[in-house]
T-cell receptor
Framework: DQQVKQNSPSLSVQEGRISILNCDYT??????FLWYKKYPAEGPTFLIS?????DKNEDGRFTVFLNKSAKHLSLHIVPSQPGDSAVYFC?????????????FGTGTRLTIIP | NAGVTQTPKFQVLKTGQSMTLQCAQD?????MYWYRQDPGMGLRLIYY???????DKGEVPNGYNVSRLNKREFSLRLESAAPSQTSVYFC??????????????FGNGTRLTVT
């Protein structure tokens, strides 16, 4: 039972345009969400997070939006750059828990076309 | 500053063989983790150590053992490898485990194949 779903295995976007990566979750108890980015032959690195008390969090070119009623979050990258080509993992956890209950999605491979 | 270092990078085992994956972090983090990543699945937690001297099971602990040797080092042992344990293994660390706001720092992974 995949509680965190990334339904698009891959996405290609032109350099300079907006990249939108989507993530859906089924467990209504999830209230903290993170995005990790992974380059080939490297481990994932933390990118950005959002708590359920917010609906948006921004860090430079990266913005995460949370729609609690739809159980949906998205990561926007504007403008997209070649170095953004990577696999992006969405992850979710619950209040009163931490990393020991972190649930990851299956990842979306983003390719930025120069 | 190396962060999280895993050895080896690659390993091929025959069914029934044993091996230990090594992990060390130099960020003075309290908590360490072992994950596996399989095609079509997200990262799944095998074991974690909230602090030196403690270890706990994660989502998929069967077939594995761990040792938190000291604050820096956390090893994962396969006593009798099975083909189902073919995977990419990631070690990670964080300042603390029982907190949402404590992002994971990952090593570069060990690609293990069991034939």
């Amino acid at each position: 039972d995949q509680q965190v779903k990334q339904n698009s295995p891959s996405l290609s976007v032109q350099e300079g345009r907006i990249s939108i990566l989507n993530c859906d979750y089924t467990n209504s108890m999830f209230d903290y969400f993170l995005w990790y980015k992974k380059y080939p032959a490297e481990g994932p690195t933390f990118l950005i997070s959002i708590s359920s008390i917010k609906d948006k969090n921004e860090d430079g070119r990266f913005t995460v939006f949370l729609n609690k009623s739809a159980k949906h979050l998205s990561l926007h990258i504007v403008p997209s750059q070649p170095g953004d080509s990577a696999v992006y993992f969405c992850a979710a956890s619950r209040s009163n828990f931490g990393n020991e209950k972190l649930t990851f999605g299956t990842g979306t491979r983003l390719t930025i076309i120069p | 500053n190396a962060g999280v270092t895993q050895t080896p990078k690659f390993q091929v085992l025959k069914t029934g063989q044993s091996m230990t994956l090594q992990c060390a972090q130099d960020m003075n983090h309290n908590s360490m983790y072992w994950y596996r990543q399989d095609p079509g699945m997200g990262l799944r937690l095998i074991y974690y150590s909230a602090s030196e001297g403690t270890t706990d099971k994660g989502e998929v602990p069967n077939g594995y053992n761990v040792s938190r040797l000291n604050k820096r080092e956390f090893s994962l042992r396969l006593e009798s490898a099975a083909p189902s344990q073919t995977s990419v293994y990631f070690c990670a660390s964080s300042p603390r485990v029982y907190s949402n706001n404590s992002p994971l720092h990952f090593g570069n992974g060990t690609r293990l194949t069991v034939t």
